[in-house]
């Protein structure tokens, strides 16, 4: 089999690992501050976002 030294591979311009943010749902381009946990990926402003919603601030109510 012969090849020709003109030729490139056309994968190396092709990214095959698809990734969608857990909380957007929107494709990712992983890169530095791109946060994993488990086995979902977040972007980092939607990683952040999470959790504020999961640990949200507590204020007492009520008399002290």
């Known amino acids: ?27 990712m381009m992983l890169s530095e501050g791109s946060v994993i946990l488990g086995s979902k990926w977040y972007h980092e402003n939607c990683f952040e976002s999470k959790q504020t919603i999961a640990n949200p601030k507590r204020h007492k109510i009520g008399a002290d």
């Open 1 to 27: 089999m012969m090849y020709c030294a003109k030729l490139k591979p056309a994968t190396a311009e092709k990214n095959f690992l698809l990734v969608k943010c857990a909380l957007c749902a929107k494709d």
